[in-house]
Each structure stands twice: as structure tokens, then as C-alpha cells.
């Protein structure tokens, strides 16, 4: 198991608080009313100070504020993240520094950032 599956496992027991959210699905950033709301949560997670890293998982159905199923996300479906990179960096100043991961989990893609 590697560490990223090991930080996943730890996330999926938590509630969702200013570190972290859950998210069905991977949002259709062609939709600008949409993409805003992505580039919302980036600009809000970027702007929360913290030592602790921050996470959006998609992929996992939201419970009453709980990660529920893990459902997956459509892989093909998600924009590569040097597109993401520059979007967030045309919204955004100063551009928030952050990773794009996809993850197997349950058998289901998962993406996080």
C-alpha cells in the first residue's frame, strides 16, 4: 500500500472541515458557472491558513458531511492537470501551489487534489 492510499484511507474517516471535501464527481469546467464554483473552492482552500495540507476528493459520495461511497469519477472525463494549472493560474493570483493524484480505491477511480 502506498502513502497516498494510506492518507486516502485516513481522509475517508474524517468529517469535512476547512482541509478537506468531498465531492461526487469532477466538475465539467467547459460550464463556466461551474468552473467557477471549482475555482471557488482552489481560491478558498489556497486562502485558509494552515500547516496542514488541504484536499478535495472526488469521487466519494458527500454523507451528511462524512465521505460515503466511494462511487469514482470518469477518468477520461478530467482535464490533464498542467490544463487545470493553467486555468487555476489565470483566476487566480497568486496561484495556489497543488497536485493532481488519481487513486484506485474500492476498485473505483478517485482524483484528488
Known amino acids: 500500500m502506498d502513502n497516498l492510499t494510506v492518507v486516502l484511507r485516513g481522509l475517508l474517516q474524517m468529517h469535512e472541515n476547512s482541509t478537506l471535501d468531498f465531492k461526487e464527481k469532477f466538475p465539467d469546467l467547459n ?6 464554483e471549482f475555482l471557488k473552492d482552489i481560491a478558498a482552500f489556497a486562502n485558509t491558513p494552515r500547516r496542514d ?45 497543488w497536485d493532481g493524484y488519481t487513486i484506485k480505491y474500492e476498485g473505483k477511480d478517485l482524483y484528488i487534489i
Open 53 to 97: 495540507p488541504a484536499y478535495l476528493i472526488f469521487g466519494v459520495k458527500d454523507k451528511n458531511g462524512q465521505a460515503g461511497d466511494a462511487i469514482g469519477v470518469d477518468i477520461s472525463q478530467i482535464l490533464k492537470e498542467s490544463d487545470i494549472q493553467q486555468m487555476v493560474g489565470t483566476y487566480i493570483d497568486p496561484v495556489p501551489q
Open 31 to 36: 460550464d463556466n458557472v461551474i468552473k467557477g
